[in-house]
T-cell receptor, first 111, second 108 residues
Framework: SQTIHQWPATLVQPVGSPLSLECTVE??????LYWYRQAAGRGLQLLFY??????ISSEVPQNLSASRPQDRQFILSSKKLLLSDSGFYLC??????????FGSGTRLTVV | EDQVTQSPEALRLQEGESSSLNCSYT??????LFWYRQDPGKGPEFLFT???AGEEKEKERLKATLTKKESFLHITAPKPEDSATYLC?????????FGSGTRLSIRP
């Protein structure tokens, strides 16, 4: 069966520090992978999606970047965090035309 | 512009009091309508996928229905453990777009 792992679960980082959040998927090959951000009490905002290794599409201009170095690995990064980067970050995968399976999320607080 | 809107934003019910959550959408080329449940501090959990108008799916106290313009999530005789945020999302050819959710609270 397919599983998705996302870590860390919580993270407190100072403004200006770098960020790296990792997501891995097991039990499937060539999945579509996604990074979402969810602000408190609000819906999910799509940040990046990837349909294959090295293929990244950005949905909104921002201080973040994404990379997909391996088929089942998706990384969200920042060189210098801003206060506005705080939020709940979710990784997800899907097969074409089907719904998402989400990771457990990372609560990022930038202080 | 493709859009999905959920209502109400929040709903408080007494245990056993049935109700419905609404998800309306304007989208070209709908490929699927999804419902998720999200508990605080956790990732959304998949509930249902609906593909065509008239389709219905059930799971325990939940039933999802789909028309050409909207979807309903009916909850029958809810229990406190059904308290959560319920998200709907639609899939077009290029992406999946989420609504902002309905926060459901069930009082014992």
């Amino acid at each position: 069966s397919q599983t998705i792992h996302q870590w860390p679960a919580t993270l407190v980082q100072p403004v200006g520090s770098p960020l790296s959040l990792e997501c891995t998927v097991e039990g499937t090959s060539n999945p579509n992978l996604y990074w979402y951000r969810q602000a408190a009490g609000r819906g999910l905002q799509l940040l990046f999606y990837s349909v294959g290794i090295g293929q990244i599409s950005s949905e909104v201009p921002q201080n973040l970047s994404a990379s997909r170095p391996q088929d089942r690995q998706f990384i969200l990064s920042s060189k210098k965090l801003l206060l506005s980067d705080s939020g709940f970050y979710l990784c997800a995968w899907s097969e074409q035309g089907n719904g998402y399976t989400f990771g457990s999320g990372t609560r990022l607080t930038v202080v | 512009e493709d859009q999905v809107t959920q209502s109400p934003e929040a709903l408080r019910l007494q245990e056993g009091e049935s109700s419905s959550l609404n998800c309306s959408y304007t989208v070209s080329g709908l490929r699927g309508l999804f419902w998720y449940r999200q508990d605080p501090g956790k990732g959304p959990e998949f509930l249902f996928t609906l593909y065509s108008a008239g389709e219905e799916k059930e799971k325990e106290r939940l039933k999802a229905t789909l028309t050409k313009k909207e979807s309903f999530l009916h909850i029958t005789a809810p229990k406190p453990e059904d308290s959560a945020t319920y998200l709907c999302a639609y899939s077009s050819a290029s992406k999946i777009i989420f609504g902002s959710g309905t926060r459901l609270s069930i009082r014992p």
